[in-house]
């Protein structure tokens, strides 16, 4: 009786705990960010492309959030924006990196490179990211979920490898 006890409660435990994590990593929707952000100002009206901001997109397996030197090129001085550009400026001119919440995130188990997929493979960002040209805010959900499903639906789609050791280690 003890032992079929233990075993019901472990695999409560697991299934709960494959509840909590799937959670956790596919719908992260709320996240806060510290400055409203405005990807429409920035990529729509100044038609800023995406990798400008996120440099490494070409050359690491992270795109990166941008850091402080990257917003320092245009907001070393004060803007007439409003108080989302004075809080940029406040953080230019302490040299302090801006504590943005990334809502994407990719299991420790696979790997997943910007730079294979964007420089290489050529897809867009709007194929994973959406349309971010017209978002007045920052985005506080994934538009594309990081799962294994998606990634494969495109993989298939456009007849690259779906061999788990290319994504899995």
């Not at 806060?32 to 997109?57: D, E, L, R, T, Y």
Request: aromatic share 8%.
């Amino acid at each position: 009786m003890k032992k079929i006890f233990v075993i019901l409660a472990t695999v409560t435990g697991f299934v709960a705990g494959v509840f909590a994590v799937n959670k956790i990593i596919s719908n992260i929707d709320r996240a806060v960010q510290p400055i409203n952000f405005s990807h429409a100002v920035h990529a729509g009206k100044f038609k800023i492309p995406c990798m400008a901001c996120h440099q490494h997109v070409l050359t690491n397996a992270r795109a990166g959030i941008p850091n402080i030197e990257v917003c320092s090129a245009c907001h070393s001085s004060p803007l007439k924006g409003g108080p989302g550009e004075k809080l940029v400026y406040d953080y230019v001119t302490e040299h302090k990196q801006i504590p943005w919440y990334s809502i994407y995130y990719v299991p420790s188990y696979a790997y997943f490179s910007h730079r294979r997929h964007v420089g290489i493979g050529k897809l867009e960002c709007t194929e994973c990211h959406g349309d971010m040209a017209s978002l007045a805010s920052p985005p506080t959900k994934q538009f594309l979920q990081v799962k294994m499903s998606n990634c494969l639906n495109c993989h298939v789609k456009r007849h690259v490898t779906t061999d788990c050791s290319h994504c899995h280690r």
